[in-house]
């Protein structure tokens, strides 16, 4: 899939919960990263990698993509100042679920384990697997 594809999804992520919270307007770019996504919430960007769409498909680039918003709804609805904490989770878990996705497993920050609300197997990831494709271990934002 072509890399303007997938910012033309990651946009209308985005631009969905600008909407639907009411928030300030947020940059993104979908890029070639090694490394984690980022949301920088002084300048209103948010990185989203390419590799999760290589490594999982549309349900774990569009996870991820709602994972990086979350941090914006925190930010700026909430005035959260933690990372990944029991709040942060319950607001990601009730975004992911209104696009059919069920994180069972986290590892750090982000997702180890998903299914859709039908139990399927959507993404796992596993050590070696990140080792085989030459990516960092995730790194919480």
Same mark, same amino acid.
């Given at each position: 899939?072509?890399? #303007?594809?997938? #910012? ?11 909407? &639907? ?10 890029? %070639? ?19 999760? !769409?290589? #490594? ?40 992911? %679920? ?6 069972? =497993?986290? &590892?750090?920050?982000?997702? #180890? ?15 070696? %697997?990140?080792? &085989?494709?030459?990516? %960092? =271990? !995730?790194?919480?934002?």
């Amino acid at each position: 899939m072509k890399i #303007q594809t997938l #910012q033309e999804k990651a946009e209308e992520i985005v631009n969905l919960y600008i909407s &639907k919270y009411k928030l300030e307007p947020i940059n993104i770019r979908v890029k %070639k990263l090694r490394a984690c996504g980022r949301a920088r919430y002084r300048t209103r960007f948010l990185s989203v990698p390419v590799w999760t !769409y290589e #490594q999982g498909g549309m349900e774990y680039f569009t996870a991820y993509t709602i994972h990086e918003v979350v941090h914006f709804i925190m930010h700026d609805i909430h005035n959260y100042k933690g990372n990944h904490g029991k709040k942060f989770r319950e607001m990601e878990i009730l975004l992911l %679920k209104e696009h059919n996705i069920v994180p069972l =497993e986290y &590892k750090k920050a982000y997702y #180890q384990r998903m299914e859709d609300v039908n139990g399927k197997l959507l993404w796992l990831d596993t050590k070696a %697997k990140r080792i &085989k494709e030459r990516l %960092k =271990e !995730y790194e919480i934002s």
